[in-house]
């Protein structure tokens, strides 16, 4: 069923494309997925802080401001699943970069027997309104990718949305912060496979910074090692 549906969703969306020819998730020029102009603006290495990991470093493809907001938002809460091909194959060339530029990090890949990418938890609201989980599709690409390079990994769930938190607006990193320790948890399901592992943390959008670091502040409470995360995009800071 699963696969039927998938299906029939991906003859409907060629349709939609026939009649309705689509443009750049950046900036709307016609009959591109993202153009070359939008694309270039996601090979940036942009650092961000990041709490209780080894690294104390996390690292974006691109600011969150301008065309790049404009094709995030359009990919992550508008559909536009065509996206995740561009934005997976900058993160690829962003994590090359970064191992290729951090001899420590790479060191620590390469003593890792094995290596767990976890994806920021989204609440099971989020999932329903947005019909999919958006940073899985990214995780799937990472993992073959850095298995072709020779390293053991794996995408899993580690971490998860507490049910019982409620879903409030927030505004500036202190609410974010409080609301984001209140509500990631541990994943028992999952993490009772896997003891002291070494992980790395995927996230699309990194604002103030508080649910990355909270997820780092999980996975270290107990027993992971945090190498450090790598993200689509992150606020540029304020001076």
């Known amino acids: 069923m699963g696969r039927f549906a998938q299906l029939i969703k991906q003859i409907a969306r060629e349709c939609v494309n026939l009649l309705f020819p689509r443009g750049c998730s950046g900036c709307d020029a016609p009959d591109e997925v993202l153009c070359e102009r939008c694309s270039n603006r996601l090979r940036l290495c942009v650092p961000f802080t990041l709490q209780h990991s ?19 938002l359009n990919w992550k809460d508008h559909g536009d699943e065509e996206c995740d091909v561009p934005i997976s194959q900058a993160l690829c060339r962003l994590t090359d970069h970064v191992f290729a ?5 790479l060191r620590s890949m390469n003593r890792a027997e094995t290596i767990v990418l976890v994806p920021a938890p989204s609440s099971s609201k989020s999932v329903r309104r947005r019909g999919r989980s958006q940073v899985k ?41 409080r609301r ?41 409470e107990h027993g992971f090692t945090v190498l450090c995360a790598f993200a689509v995009a992150c606020t540029p800071t304020r001076e």
């Open 54 to 72: 080894t690294s104390h470093t996390g690292f974006a493809c691109a600011f969150y401001t301008g065309t790049v907001r404009q094709m995030v």
């Open 101 to 105: 530029h951090n001899a420590e990090l």
């Open 137 to 177: 599709p990214l995780g799937r690409a990472l993992c073959r990718h850095w298995s072709s390079l020779g390293w053991q990994v794996h995408c899993l769930p580690l971490l998860r949305v507490c049910s019982s938190a409620k879903s409030v607006q927030t505004s500036g990193a202190r609410q974010r912060a």
């Open 180 to 220: 984001a320790s209140q509500s990631i948890i541990l994943n028992t399901r999952v993490s009772s496979a896997m003891q002291s592992a070494t992980v790395i943390l995927l996230d699309d959008i990194v604002t103030t910074g508080a649910t990355i670091n909270q997820c780092a502040k999980v996975l270290d």
